[in-house]
């Protein structure tokens, strides 16, 4: 099998955090990467980036992509522009980047045959034209959920992009990957965010509130560097993964809630191997 | 007035993390210091190390000591041997490094006319003797909780002793200090350890299990820090802080549930609108 990155322009719409990252990664290995942009600013930015080898907002510039990466928002995403389904080049091998899959399998495994559902995990607090950078995707994890309909060679093409940019290649089913970053990505943010907001409310009066933001040290400030993050991002995941966050959110609740009976009831050998059991859960998720 | 960490040896009762890192910068200073510790072991290592410029087992060695500094793990804090009560040189400045304030200053108070409740906020994840360090203080707050009776002069040289190693000197009452750190110290370790209880609780099956493992990234490394600490140390807090850790999960649990609701009835609008605030709370906290 012929890998679509070394043979023909590899097409990526948006380029943000993650689709600025993937094409300086795949120039730097010699593929030539033509890029479809939405705003005109961008796409002037972008060039004096050198993040790809033609940029432009008329979506003509994908005409000769075999494999196109849609690197866009959620949002975006599960609602396509009817330009951007148009200008797709029909029989290419089409992926994304979006954080939740199940509705992005939904709404685009019908639209297009060769359609394979990805999730690169890797991030910085960026965003925007002037957030790509090299090397992002080095050891964390590329997730595919394909489906039952899903092309085995489409699957192959989207492997191969992965592994050229040194990502872990994953894959598992849409509703296991969903269930999966509610639990470590998408709950943090609001047990996190939760922390600020009662850090805030249960010291109202000034002496106590300036005292509590005068103690914080780095244990609250990496308790709440999540929840303290994009909420614009915060709020797609949580729009978009609302079923199996409602789930993480109540097995959370059902935690926390134990821990809370443990203090209050005075308890506190069992609140001591909970807290066992927790600092030995943690080293695998590392 | 004359600062006595210059005049006559300083007493450290405990070498662990605290009491040798105090230690430690008092002799940078060129103060003497004087240390009683608890096993024979500790103080051979102690000295191998060069913590102090006398160290025994036998509380004699505290008798030329006008300050003595208590750092002692809260519990034999809260409970001082007999032996180590009638080895404290009559008359001296006493204080502590305690991390709950109010139960000290009730149990000390009162045996200790000169005794100044204290507590330096430095840490790292180290204990025992092994884990001292140079200027672990340096920029820290070091909090003093004088009560009506506390002594002004005693006072004074616990403050000269903190700013010695470079802390910054911040006085409140005790019970003020102690909501402070329930919320942004105590509430953080169990809120941060109920997300490592739920991640592997709601996760039975293997399949699932393994992936939230492969998945978890950064943010959640970050989120679990201080859930995943020593257990024996959150278990100390709270049950020392019992009544302020109590209604600082009081308070959580409201913003968490309030949370939990919009996403439960589809509010992003107002999700994105408290996300947004915990993002502006945060900075202050840094």
């Given at each position: 099998?012929?890998?679509?990155?070394?043979?023909?322009?590899?097409?990526?719409?948006?380029?943000?955090?993650?689709?600025?990252?993937?094409?300086?990664?795949?120039?730097?290995?010699?593929?030539?990467?033509?890029?479809?942009?939405?705003?005109?600013?961008?796409?002037?930015?972008?060039?004096?980036?050198?993040?790809?080898?033609?940029?432009?907002?008329?979506?003509?510039?994908?005409?000769?992509?075999?494999?196109?990466?849609?690197?866009?928002?959620?949002?975006?995403?599960?609602?396509?522009?009817?330009?951007?389904?148009?200008?797709?080049?029909?029989?290419?091998?089409?992926?994304?980047?979006?954080?939740?899959?199940?509705?992005?399998?939904?709404?685009?495994?019908?639209?297009?045959?060769?359609?394979?559902?990805?999730?690169?995990?890797?991030?910085?607090?960026?965003?925007?034209?002037?957030?790509?950078?090299?090397?992002?995707?080095?050891?964390?994890?590329?997730?595919?959920?394909?489906?039952?309909?899903?092309?085995?060679?489409?699957?192959?093409?989207?492997?191969?992009?992965?592994?050229?940019?040194?990502?872990?290649?994953?894959?598992?089913?849409?509703?296991?990957?969903?269930?999966?970053?509610?639990?470590?990505?998408?709950?943090?943010?609001?047990?996190?965010?939760?922390?600020?907001?009662?850090?805030?409310?249960?010291?109202?009066?000034?002496?106590?509130?300036?005292?509590?933001?005068?103690?914080?040290?780095?244990?609250?400030?990496?308790?709440?560097?999540?929840?303290?993050?994009?909420?614009?991002?915060?709020?797609?995941?949580?729009?978009?993964?609302?079923a199996a966050l409602g789930e993480a959110l109540l097995a959370y609740g059902q935690q926390l809630g134990a821990l809370q009976a443990l203090v209050q009831q005075g308890r506190f050998d069992q609140l001591e191997a909970s807290l066992r059991l927790a600092q030995e859960l943690r080293p695998p998720f590392l």
């Open positions: 099998m012929t890998e679509l990155w070394r043979e023909r322009p590899v097409g990526i719409v948006g380029l943000g955090l993650i689709g600025g990252s993937l094409a300086l990664d795949l120039r730097a290995h010699g593929a030539r990467v033509h890029a479809l942009v939405h705003r005109q600013t961008t796409a002037q930015r972008a060039i004096e980036r050198g993040l790809a080898d033609r940029i432009a907002t008329d979506s003509q510039v994908l005409v000769d992509c075999d494999l196109v990466v849609l690197a866009l928002p959620l949002d975006r995403l599960l609602n396509p522009a009817p330009a951007l389904l148009e200008a797709l080049p029909a029989g290419a091998v089409l992926t994304d980047v979006g954080s939740v899959k199940a509705p992005v399998l939904d709404r685009w495994q019908p639209l297009w045959p060769r359609f394979v559902a990805g999730h690169p995990m890797a991030g910085t607090a960026l965003a925007g034209v002037e957030a790509g950078q090299r090397e992002l995707f080095k050891g964390r994890p590329w997730v595919a959920t394909p489906a039952a309909e899903t092309d085995p060679e489409a699957l192959e093409q989207v492997k191969a992009l992965a592994e050229v940019v040194g990502a872990r290649w994953i894959t598992c089913a849409a509703a296991a990957h969903d269930r999966a970053v509610a639990l470590i990505s998408h709950l943090p943010v609001l047990v996190s965010a939760a922390l600020l907001l009662a850090a805030d409310h249960a010291a109202p009066d000034p002496e106590l509130a300036g005292l509590v933001r005068a103690l914080a040290s780095s244990g609250f400030a990496d308790t709440t560097r999540v929840g303290g993050g994009n909420p614009e991002l915060g709020t797609l995941m949580a729009t978009h993964n609302q």
